[in-house]
């Protein structure tokens, strides 16, 4: 297999799940069969045992979720707001720049947003894939060279409620419309700036980003994926300082990847010659469901359901939810996004999907961020069901429905916008 491969994260998670049943049956004295048949027979007790001790402790520590409290201002006429999360109000983006402002930027975090001191800040680099394991203080990390990137950063969960609207059934969550997207420019040092002057081994296979908050929030990644030119340390958000609520002093930017791998509060990496599991996509950020069989090598890695990676296209208009406009000649506009590439068109129905046409795209269309587009509309006195449907370059177009998962990830069909023209 070409290295290149693993930045795709669903083969990443194969690969790995492969190479972690041969080195953990050849440490517990049995084939690699044997191993693969015990989960297979159903032995969740064993499955927990035989994972590493350190992935023991973490299940065992993540029970407790409490609320947390969030830095920036909350305005409800931003945000839509649960607990600790808030999903940005689309209609805030009419009118805007191709980058979501960082006060209307969306919130997820699993745990109360810590305060951090950057003068006492160290981020830790160890493991067995790294010759000279070190540290960094904040203002050494400042000084390295830096790079600046426009991607976007989306919660696993964007569009969880719309699983209900289309199978009848609540997935379990914070039950998100679209708004747990955001485009920005993310500054920092490229992680392999990092790495390499940790000197990273020429075996070295996985690379594991650890925040500093309460929960220790952590989820691997390849080698190949920490060592890409856009995957960064990130210590500034559209030209500003990063925001506590968006990771400060550090956070990963893992672009085109799922949310959660791009940790914030970033504060001690793991860089190893064996393959690294957590929590976060095992038991966490995986789907589970009658149409999601997990395949015996990831059962044997630990992992209950098919892991949560790649997005594909979305879109959404920037339209308050069943909300109401006057009558009148407009441009109606939205957004539209796919980890797998840029947009090649967006088409839009005025009427519940009965008939389509072309909208039309504004520059700049980046991939792993978004396009803007927009159609004329005349728009009559009544009640309308707006869609929108996109398709990316890699030929993803979204679908009237996706299979229904229990924990309500990764949905990209086909929504209905409900409106009404006064």
């Not at 201002?73 to 960082?102: A, C, D, H, T």
Request: aromatic residues 10%; hydrophobic residues 40%.
């Amino acid at each position: 297999m070409d290295n290149q491969d693993l930045l795709n994260e669903q083969v990443y998670d194969r690969t790995r799940a492969h190479e972690f049943i041969a080195h953990r049956a050849k440490a517990l004295g049995i084939s690699r069969r044997r191993l693969v048949q015990l989960f297979a027979a159903g032995a969740s007790a064993t499955a927990v045992n035989l994972l590493p001790s350190r992935h023991r402790k973490q299940v065992a520590q993540a029970q407790v979720t409490e609320p947390a409290p969030l830095v920036k201002e909350i305005r409800p006429e931003w945000f839509f707001q649960v607990k600790n999360n808030l999903e940005m109000r689309w209609e805030n983006m009419y009118n805007r720049g191709y980058l979501v402002p960082n006060e209307l930027f969306f919130v997820r975090n699993n745990n109360p947003t810590p305060r951090i001191d950057p003068a006492n800040y160290q981020l830790k680099i160890f493991g067995d894939g790294v010759s000279n394991p070190t540290s960094f203080s904040y203002d050494e990390l400042l000084s390295m060279p830096s790079i600046s990137v426009i991607r976007a950063v989306e919660c696993a969960g964007n569009g969880r409620s719309f699983y209900k609207t289309a199978h009848g059934q609540e997935a379990s969550g914070t039950q998100w419309k679209l708004g747990g997207i955001g485009v920005a420019e993310w500054t920092g040092v490229p992680l392999r700036e990092v790495l390499e002057r940790a000197v990273v081994k020429a075996t070295a296979k996985d690379v594991m980003l650890i925040s500093v908050d309460e929960k220790k929030i952590q989820r691997p990644i390849p080698i190949e994926k920490a060592l890409a030119e856009d995957t960064l340390l990130v210590y500034a958000m559209n030209g500003d300082i990063l925001p506590p609520d968006h990771g400060f002093p550090i956070r990963a930017l893992v672009p085109g990847w799922v949310g959660i791998a791009n940790i914030k509060w970033v504060g001690s990496i793991q860089v190893a010659t064996t393959p690294l599991f957590s929590l976060y996509n095992t038991e966490k950020y995986i789907l589970i469901g009658d149409d999601y069989p997990v395949p015996s090598e990831l059962q044997a890695a630990g992992v209950l359901g098919e892991i949560a990676t790649e997005q594909k296209p979305k879109s959404a208009f920037e339209l308050p939810w069943d909300g109401e406009i006057t009558a009148g000649k407009r441009l109606l506009r939205g957004r539209s996004w796919s980890s797998q590439g840029k947009i090649a068109q967006v088409e839009v129905s005025l009427d519940g999907g009965k008939t389509w046409q072309q909208a039309r795209l504004s520059q700049p269309n980046l991939p792993q961020a978004w396009v803007r587009w927009d159609i004329y509309w005349d728009a009559r006195p009544g009640n309308y069901k707006l869609q929108a449907r996109a398709t990316d370059e890699s030929g993803n177009t979204q679908p009237d429905t996706v299979p229904f998962n229990k924990k309500g990830y990764l949905y990209w069909g086909v929504v209905t916008h409900s409106l009404k023209v006064v």
